[in-house]
């Protein structure tokens, strides 16, 4: 998985909690992303960022937040779950933005919220 | 309204045997489409990545196609192995005036190789 990990990989909350979910990488990639992948629907950009503290909003950004204090770390946090945001939720990172790089995807985070 | 479609949605076919899976999209601007494989419970891992002036890459096993007039791309599966069973995704990037990119995601096809 191209030196990136999720942690943690499966976590089961109740509606109303906050939650945040931590992608590592060890590639000194200066994009990374979080998305989420339900059944009916591509892959979604939830946040991405563009370099340390440096983010910006995707198409179903409601709900989260994001952070970056370091090039190796993206936290993505959900305020207060909801069960609309059970998902399986993917890190990526890539090395460029435009242009035709690839953006490797760590392993998934399965968050299911009651 | 940007899109990407593909087809079928589903695929069963013998180790061994040949498939080709369709994209078709709706994006503009265009940049790039890429395939990515993902495995059951896995990330998406890329197979290749196609600009505008590429109309055939491999990978391997793997040989994807791109028309851009047509705006359809195929990836073509030989000699399927029973590793081959996944979903199979098209990607369409397309890159605004800012350099902005925004990637375009297809549902996927999902392929069961069967022995």
């Known amino acids: 998985d191209a030196g990136i990990t999720q942690s943690p990989r499966h976590k089961v909350t109740e509606t109303g909690t906050p939650v945040t979910l931590r992608c590592h990488q060890t590639e000194n990639h200066r994009y990374m992303y979080w998305y989420r992948q339900d059944p009916g629907h591509g892959l979604r950009l939830i946040h991405y960022s563009y370099g340390v503290k440096d983010t910006d909003k995707g198409e179903v950004s409601d709900g989260y937040s994001v952070s970056r204090s370091k090039t190796e770390d993206f936290l993505l946090t959900l305020e207060s779950a909801t069960s609309s945001q059970t998902s399986v939720y993917f890190c990526?990172?890539?090395?460029?933005?435009?242009?035709?790089?690839?953006?490797?995807f760590g392993p998934g985070t399965r968050l299911t919220v009651l | 309204k940007n899109q990407v479609e593909q087809s079928p949605q589903s695929l069963i076919i013998l180790e061994g045997k040949n498939c080709t899976l369709q994209?078709?999209?709706?994006?503009?601007?265009?940049?790039?489409l890429r395939w990515y494989k993902q495995d059951t419970g896995r990330g998406p891992v890329s197979l290749t990545i196609m600009t505008f002036s590429e109309n055939t890459k491999s990978n391997g096993r793997y040989t994807a196609t791109l028309d851009a007039d047509t705006k359809q791309s195929s990836l073509h599966i030989t000699a399927s192995q029973l590793s081959d069973s996944a979903s199979y995704i098209c990607?369409?990037?397309?890159?605004?005036?800012?350099?902005?990119?925004?990637?375009?995601w297809g549902l996927g096809t999902s392929l069961a190789v069967n022995p």
């Open positions: 994209c078709n999209y709706t994006v503009s601007p265009f940049s790039n």
């Open positions: 990526a990172i890539s090395a460029l933005a435009g242009g035709p790089d690839t953006q490797y």
């Open positions: 990607v369409v990037s397309s890159l605004n005036a800012g350099n902005n990119r925004k990637l375009i």
